[in-house]
């Protein structure tokens, strides 16, 4: 590992806005062994590397020193992601998939199992009333 690598590694903790005992909690080692990464004399593992990208760390930064192409808008709503619980993280899923149907696409859904889906080419209209239509005799 190269000191550029411990300098980065270190940047990073400093943007996290974290102690070394808490970065190195994360990366689950000693902060004697955390001391050697940064000074360039131990390579983090994989492992390592792995546990610092799911508290947010840039690692193609500390890697490479290429920073992740994320606006800040981005950033901010990835940080807010991972703050929620399983539940809340499928309904935000859930209602960014929504979103993302083009406005072209028809999705329709009922509460008696009607489900309805495909692209609207022309205008239309859908009766989906259980109501019979009455004949004009």
């Known amino acids: 590992m190269t000191i550029e690598i411990g300098k980065r590694l270190e940047k ?18 000693k ?17 390592g590397l792995d546990n610092l990208a799911g508290i947010g760390a840039d690692v193609l930064y500390i890697v490479t020193g290429k920073h992740s192409v994320i606006s800040e808008e981005e950033e901010a709503l990835l940080a807010a992601y991972r703050q929620l619980n399983l ?3 499928l309904k935000v899923l859930n209602m960014a998939n929504e979103m993302s149907i083009p406005e ?9 199992g009607q489900y309805v889906e495909g692209n609207m080419h022309a205008p239309f209209t859908m009766n989906v009333s259980h109501a019979e239509k009455k004949s004009k005799d």
């Open 12 to 29: 990073e903790r400093i943007r996290l806005k974290m102690t070394q005992d808490r970065f190195t909690h994360f990366v689950g080692v």
């Open 104 to 112: 072209n696409n028809l999705r329709v859904r009922g509460n008696v």
């Open 87 to 89: 539940t809340e993280r």
């Open 31 to 47: 902060l004697r062994t955390y001391a050697k990464y940064v000074k360039g004399e131990t390579e983090i593992t994989a492992e």
